[in-house]
C-alpha cells in the first residue's frame, strides 16, 4: 500500500522565482521469504517534508538560488528494534553562470544537510556543460553522501544502529 500527496505554490517576478513544497507519503509492505525459515515482516512508513526555495536572475547570464527543507520519517517493523522517528534538516546554495560568447554553463552549489543525530554534512559541486553542435558534454565534480537505510541500522538480527553514513567523491 502506497499513498502520495505532493502540493506546490510557486510565484514569480521579474527577477525572482520562488515556491513551497510539501509532500505527505505513505508505505506499507507485507514481506514473505519461506527460503529464510518463512520469515514473515510488516514494514510501515510515514513521511513529511516541506522545502522552500527561491531563484534570483542577478544579469541576463547569472543567478543564485537558495533551498531549504525539512524531512521527519516515522516507521515500524515487525523485525525492527528501538526504531526512533528521524529528522533532517538541509540548506542548498548554487550560482549558476552562462557564457554570452561560448556555449558553455557553469554552476557551483553548496548543500548542507543534517540528521537529527548525526553531524552535519558539508556537500559541495561544481559542474560544466558545453554544447557543440548537435552533441553536449557535461562533467560534475561532488561530494556524496548515503545515509544508512532503515534495514541497515535497525533489521532483528543484523541491524546496526551506530552505522555512520558513506560518503566519497564523485
Known sequence: ILSRMLL?????TTKWVGGVRTAFLTDALHYTDPASGGLD???RSRQADIQTWATRSLTRNQTISAEVGYRIIHGSSDH???LPDESRTFLHLRYNWS???LPLKIWVS??????ARETAW?????GVELTYDAFQFRGHLSRH???AA???RYWVPGGNPDIRPENGWA
Not at 8 to 12: G, L, S, T, V, Y
Not at 110 to 115: G, T, Y
Open 122 to 126: 558539508s556537500i559541495p559541486s561544481l
Open 41 to 43: 515482516n510488516q514494514t
Open 145 to 147: 553522501n548515503r545515509w
Open 110 to 115: 553548496h548543500r548542507s544537510e543534517q540528521a
Open 8 to 12: 506546490r505554490w510557486q510565484w514569480q
Open 80 to 82: 525492527y528494534t528501538n
Open 150 to 152: 532503515w534495514d541497515d
Open 99 to 101: 557564457s554570452t560568447a
